[in-house]
């Protein structure tokens, strides 16, 4: 098992910044591919972006590419999103989410264990 927690989420001013942070704890975080999904009520859950294992390889969904980026520390457990230029079409229910086997993906039906998400409210 894997518990992820996320924090970082808030209000913001279109143009503004936030920094997205997801702690693992269970089994051993390197292990797993890592990936940040986004969700608006009534809505299905949107691919954000992606990461290998190592950090060496990531992906972003064209609406956040070079706006966002993700990494990870996995000494500290942790993957983070760092999300700069944002935009009102941004807010949402942010969640990280860790992938048992294989390569990262953008899909949520690949991943298992999914952290309760953390609000980000982009104001116009």
């Known amino acids: 098992q894997v518990q992820l927690v996320e924090s970082g989420g808030g209000l913001v001013q279109a143009g503004g910044s936030l920094r997205l942070s997801c702690a693992a704890s269970g089994r051993t975080f390197s292990m797993f591919p890592m990936g940040w999904f986004r969700q608006n009520p009534g809505k299905g859950r949107e691919f954000v972006a992606t990461?290998?294992?190592?950090?060496?390889?990531?992906s972003y969904a064209d609406s956040v590419k070079g706006r966002f980026t993700i990494s990870r520390d996995n000494a500290k457990n942790t993957v983070y999103l760092q999300m700069n230029s944002l935009k009102p079409e941004d807010t949402a229910v942010y969640s990280c989410?860790?992938?048992?086997?294989?390569?990262?993906?953008?899909?949520?039906?690949?991943?298992?264990?999914w952290g309760q998400g953390t609000q980000v409210t982009v104001s116009s």
């Open positions: 989410a860790a992938k048992n086997y294989g390569l990262r993906s953008p899909r949520p039906r690949d991943y298992d264990y």
């Open positions: 990461i290998s294992r190592t950090g060496d390889s990531t």
